[in-house]
């Protein structure tokens, strides 16, 4: 069982906050800030094994009870900032659920070896011409 969005999207919890900063009047009397809280370890819409990859990746953003905070204070209107928001939050879920290719070593081609080389014997016979000449 992979991710399940329509399971996690009923589970985030939002509110709305006062923002802060210049606004004037109207920014003092209007919650236009979007806050959400999406609980890792009680979600239904995950597998155990996502549940631990969350937990580890994103340890920074979480609270101490394991919750990851979104918040987005953008735009104007609260509905907007709800859609930035959880739009912002299946981004970080995204990204933190996606498992890097493993590199694969490669050795250097011989023809790329050999211009190496080349070009090595080229500067080191430049840099001997500069000397002086041996007169005996």
């Not at 609270?63 to 905070?69: F, H, I, Q, S």
């Not at 918040?71 to 299946?90: G, I, M, P, Y």
């Amino acid at each position: 069982m992979k991710m399940n969005p329509e399971i996690i999207s009923k589970e985030l919890r939002f509110k709305a906050v006062r923002s802060g900063g210049a606004g004037g009047q109207h920014v003092n009397k209007v919650s236009s800030k979007a806050e959400l809280s999406f609980d890792i370890s009680n979600s239904s819409g995950l597998t155990q094994t996502e549940k631990e990859r969350l937990l580890l990746k994103l340890k920074h953003r979480l609270t101490k009870a394991g919750v990851l905070l979104l918040q987005c204070d953008e735009a104007r209107s609260q509905h907007q900032n709800k859609n930035l928001v959880t739009k912002r939050f299946f981004e970080v879920l995204n990204k933190a659920l996606r498992i890097p290719k493993k590199r694969k070593p490669t050795k250097p081609s011989k023809s790329s070896i050999e211009k190496r080389l080349k070009s090595k014997k080229r500067l080191s016979e430049k840099k001997t011409n500069r000397n002086k000449p041996d007169l005996f």
